[in-house]
């Protein structure tokens, strides 16, 4: 039997781009996200044109009684994961903290860090049963660093970057990997999420710039869970040629 990946944030982006490397490298699949028509096509394709079998779980990752729920009735069969990668994250807003939305900051906070815990809590003790795993982190370079109004996001993300370390030495007499992968600009429904659908305004974050693509962060997944039994890679920090930080970006005309 194939490998088993779960990948959270599936419907788009590098969710979507993870299920199919990992699809095209012999894994089957459970993905997960809320959009479930994104979900079931995601699924015909990769059935289609190979021979991963795919899992449909479409819940919201901040409904923990969701969440645990979905694992729970798992086939048997798929409850053996290989691979989990916390990939469903998002911004929404962007502003100095006095005038901050609520609600947008439950939604980062409930998403970024207890959507991945509530996930990590459900699938960890079936590694620990299944005596091998894998657990992939997808954070930020607003983890390592804040930006001008980025206050809660780069708060969450640096939440992840300690929960990834913490994971790591929790699990670690478990024999169970725990790797964060940080990418700096990517293009994706990231800035449409963010600016609550402004499409012009989130095409000038990527403006006069050529910024990672959501399969430069899936090969990268791919590298770090294919790597021999004894190797684990802890930490990796992606950014575009062009990105240095999150305020210095090189942009030509």
Not at 36 to 58: P, W
Not at 79 to 87: C, G, Q, R, S
Not at 89 to 107: F, H, P, R, T, Y
Request: include cysteine.
């Amino acid at each position: 039997m194939n490998k088993i990946a779960l990948i959270s944030g599936a419907s788009a982006g590098i969710g979507y781009a993870i299920a199919e490397i990992l699809a095209n490298n012999n894994f089957d699949l459970i993905i997960t996200g809320r959009r479930k028509e994104r979900l079931d096509t995601l699924k015909a394709q990769i059935e289609k044109r190979t021979k991963s079998k795919v899992i449909c779980l479409c819940f919201d990752i901040r409904n923990k009684e969701e969440v645990f729920n979905s694992i729970e009735c798992l086939p048997q069969e798929f409850k053996k994961i290989d691979v989990l990668v916390n990939n469903a994250g998002l911004a929404s807003g962007l502003g100095v903290i006095q005038d901050g939305d609520l609600e947008d900051w439950e939604k980062m906070i409930d998403t970024n860090v207890k959507g991945l815990l509530y996930l990590s809590r459900a699938v960890s003790p079936l590694m620990i049963e299944n005596k091998k795993g894998h657990i992939v982190n997808i954070g930020s370079l607003a983890g390592r660093e804040v930006y001008p109004n980025g206050n809660v996001y780069c708060a969450t993300k640096h939440a992840v970057d300690a929960l990834s370390k913490a994971m790591r030495i929790d699990l670690l007499p478990h024999g169970i990997k725990v790797t964060q992968i940080a990418p700096g600009l990517v293009e994706t429904e990231f800035s449409i999420v963010r600016f609550h659908g402004n499409k012009e305004r989130a095409d000038n974050v990527y403006k006069d710039m050529t910024p990672l693509c959501p399969d430069d962060i899936a090969d990268a997944v791919l590298y770090v869970i294919t790597r021999p039994k004894h190797v684990c890679i802890n930490d990796m920090l992606i950014t575009p040629t062009a990105q240095a930080s999150s305020t210095n970006v090189i942009r030509t005309k």
